[in-house]
């Protein structure tokens, strides 16, 4: 027996006679395929599927060495999940053992036995291991019949057995080890077909769902952030084909029959791949690359420099001036070296997400790349290629970022939100995907695009001469998406894999229209991506939830006459925008949620995330709520929240005021180091709950009030001073600290915006003030307007 590496309780039968249900059918015609065995050249064949395991979801094929066109003997088995074939087909119907997981070797395969059916090819190009197989040789397929004497071969396979096995054990075992370790295998595992009725999940729903969750170990990690044991994450192990896998996972559990594979899903892509794209894609590769050439350039004379400075500090009679003026000069090549260091790691991560473009000079020759699939392409699906998929399928992609919940220390849904609102390609990039669909501006929907949108169908209807924007506006599905940076997965609720808008779970429609819609508000549409133009979306935001119209002005920003301040303000370009709030990661500059930084502005960047290899938080450093003590008004203060909050009780509750400092805050009336409010100088979130108009909070699952009956907000202090407070504070924190303000500076020119959970985004008009002031401060030259006080 050999045991099954995907369901290790099933175990395969060793049997050398061909199977029976091969020889029942005369008219199969198997396909012969060159391939290495045990290091030896040979052909072999593959049987008629076998459905034996099919209640593990787990189908197999016979290998048969083939000699002469008959058949010598059986030899291992072809294993996959049955959810996986569609995946692995080839144009013709066959499975595409290219791409197959490693194949399972009987015990008794050993080097006498494939000698006996050694293969010399006709040219020198050899396969050099069974898991990389060859596509078949003939397009005259054998029909599978044994060999007339059979026995004598398998007396003679058992002989040379027990040969081999007396001298070379530790050598085939090691090949053996190698041939099936050779490839992991590629899966797609199981997903329920779709209920025609699931229970559409309202708010009541959702909060008693959430009552009803019970913490499991190993627990999906949707299933913490929702609180909610009705989310999976289907795994699938598609590297590249990652995205490619999840929609076929997704389209398969409503049409289990469909022939939705990963090959034609990749050349649907491929099909309306633009010159405007492949010249964005080359671009980025070549300034990368280049950039990067840059940097090793002057690393070498960097080190050259540094050898010249030591030999001339080793002549003899040099002066101690001498000598210092040399070691100073080291010294600035040597910090200039990690300087390079660390700008070449970035660069390194930029030019990953391009790597594909590596001696591509054509457009055909990029589609070609993308058509590749089944674990052979450098092509991953980006951003470009959720768009573009969206608008073939007519479908919409709701992503959830892992990373960020991690970066977020997995705070639930109610404290964080996770969804990537992805870019408007449409209106920011619409050259990118130039292309009328089949059925007027409406992409085919679902599966039946598969079949009906050949490359020659997808080549006809595109018309060039009337190319339109075209956006996605009425999605016939959505399918959830788990990211995790670099991978994709598919998410399900209640084993829905792909759903209509009525059944998208109401807590992650809920968190779309917080983050995505809501940022429309203001004019921040770098926020907001597509959500804005689905009328199913809007019509929720504004009437399940009760909330204004979009477009209207939100409190402290919208209207006319903001948004007159936010496009003619002097302090930044609107056209670099970087998103930041306390929980941000490390992403580089133009990658984060949000951020929009065009290729050729990402080098001015470079310092920005230099230090630290990146991980120096300067997103966090640059929000309100970093702590960083600084003085201001004769106090001491750990965060520029902290000083915001304390200036609503100056005029009217001096006591409570110093319970903000750090310095004085024990000279307060109202201190008590039995009380919470003892901890208030030291605590951001306290600091925020003791000045909101209700300050009351749940601590250790008991209700409180962070501020005394007798204290009140300074009814005065929204008339403008919370303005000139907010920005005071905002130049002590940086003004007080050189590593600060220098992230600060290094920030440019770009649009600063701040993410708050459960908020629309905000322009920090007064965070990007201070930074002009640093700059004309330290001497530097603003590229707008100077400082309007």
């Not at 599905?477 to 788990?482: G, H, Q, T």
């Not at 598919?490 to 829905?496: E, K, Q, S």
Request: aromatic share 8%; hydrophobic share 35%; net charge negative.
């Amino acid at each position: 027996m050999v045991r099954s590496k995907l369901v290790p309780s099933i175990n395969y039968p060793e049997i050398k006679a061909l199977d029976s249900s091969d020889t029942k059918h005369e008219n199969y015609n198997a396909p012969l395929y060159e391939a290495s065995v045990l290091g030896i050249n040979t052909i072999i064949s593959i049987g008629q599927i076998k459905n034996t395991f099919v209640a593990q979801n787990i189908v197999y094929y016979p290998i048969y060495l083939i000699k002469n066109d008959k058949v010598i003997s059986q030899i291992g088995v072809y294993e996959l999940f049955q959810t996986d074939i569609p995946v692995l087909m080839d144009d013709e119907g066959d499975i595409n053992l290219e791409k197959a997981s490693a194949p399972l070797l009987y015990s008794f395969v050993k080097k006498s036995l494939i000698q006996q059916a050694v293969y010399i090819p006709s040219g020198a190009d050899v396969v050099t291991d069974v898991g990389l197989m060859k596509k078949p040789l003939s397009k005259k397929p054998i029909s599978l019949k044994s060999l007339e004497s059979l026995e004598p071969l398998e007396s003679l396979a058992n002989k040379g057995v027990a040969e081999e096995e007396e001298g070379e054990e530790g050598e085939d075992t090691a090949l053996q080890a190698a041939i099936r370790a050779s490839l992991e295998p590629v899966r797609l595992s199981d997903v329920p077909l779709k209920r025609k009725n699931i229970p559409v999940q309202n708010i009541e729903q959702s909060l008693a769902e959430n009552k009803a969750y019970r913490h499991i170990k190993d627990e999906a990690w949707l299933q913490s952030y929702y609180h909610n044991n009705n989310f999976k994450v289907i795994r699938n192990q598609g590297g590249g084909d990652c995205l490619f896998m999840a929609v076929c996972q997704a389209f398969l559990s409503i049409e289990p029959d469909s022939d939705i594979s990963v090959i034609k899903l990749r050349r649907m892509l491929a099909e309306v791949l633009t010159e405007s794209q492949f010249t964005d894609y080359r671009e980025r590769y070549e300034m990368f690359s280049s950039t990067l050439k840059e940097l090793r350039d002057e690393n070498k004379l960097l080190s050259e420099s540094n050898k010249d400075l030591a030999q001339r500090a080793a002549a003899p009679n040099l002066s101690p001036n001498d000598k210092l003026t040399l070691k100073l000069q080291s010294d600035e090549n040597v910090a200039r070296y990690h300087e390079i260091l660390r700008e070449t790691e970035m660069y390194k991560e930029y030019l990953k997400l391009v790597y594909f473009m590596r001696g591509v000079r054509s457009l055909e020759a990029l589609k070609d790349i993308i058509r590749k699939g089944e674990m052979t392409s450098e092509y991953w699906g980006d951003e470009w290629a959720l768009s573009s998929l969206e608008l073939i399928l007519n479908i919409k992609f709701i992503v959830l970022s892992y990373r960020d919940y991690i970066e977020q220390n997995k705070k639930p849904y109610t404290e964080s939100n996770v969804i990537i609102c992805g870019s408007d390609v449409d209106e920011k990039r619409k050259s990118e995907i130039e292309m009328m669909l089949m059925q007027g501006k409406k992409g085919m929907g679902g599966v039946g695009a598969m079949g009906a949108q050949s490359e020659r169908d997808v080549r006809e209807a595109r018309d060039k001469s009337k190319f339109e924007e075209v956006t996605v506006i009425n999605p016939d599905y959505y399918i959830i998406l788990s990211h995790t940076g670099s991978h994709y997965e598919l998410a399900t609720y209640r084993d829905t894999a792909i759903f209509t808008f009525p059944e998208i779970p109401f807590c992650v429609k809920l968190q779309i229209a917080n983050r995505c819609i809501e940022s429309s508000r203001g004019n921040l549409e770098s926020f907001s991506g597509a959500y804005q133009k689905i009328p199913q979306f809007i019509l929720f935001y504004q009437q399940e939830l009760g909330l204004e119209d979009i477009g209207k002005s939100a409190q402290g920003g919208g209207g006319a006459d903001a948004n007159h301040v936010l496009t003619a303000n002097p302090h930044f370009n609107p056209s670099i925008v970087l998103i930041y709030h306390i929980g941000s990661a490390d992403e580089l500059p133009g990658r984060a949620q949000g951020d929009y930084v065009s290729n050729k502005d990402k080098k001015a960047f470079l310092q920005l995330i230099a230090s630290g290899k990146g991980k120096n938080n300067w997103r966090k450093k640059l929000s309100n709520e970093w702590c960083e003590p600084f003085t201001l008004d004769g106090h001491r203060w750990l965060s520029v929240e902290h000083y915001y909050q304390a200036n609503k009780f100056l005029k009217r509750a001096p006591e409570f005021y110093l319970l903000f400092t750090m310095d004085a805050n024990k000279k307060s009336k109202y201190y008590d180091e039995t009380s919470i409010l003892s901890r208030i100088s030291q605590d951001v979130d306290l600091a925020k709950v003791a000045g909101k108009k209700i300050p009351n909070t749940t601590i250790d699952g008991k209700k409180v009030s962070l501020r005394p009956d007798d204290v009140d907000i300074d009814s005065e202090f929204f008339n403008g001073r919370n303005t000139r407070v907010l920005e005071d504070g905002t130049m002590a924190k940086f003004n007080n600290n050189d590593e600060l303000a220098k992230i600060l500076l290094m920030t440019n020119n770009a649009k600063l915006i701040n993410y708050v959970f459960s908020k629309p985004p905000t322009v920090s008009i007064h965070l990007m003030r201070v930074r002009s002031k640093l700059r004309t401060k330290k001497g530097g030259i603003n590229v707008f307007e100077t400082i309007e006080e």
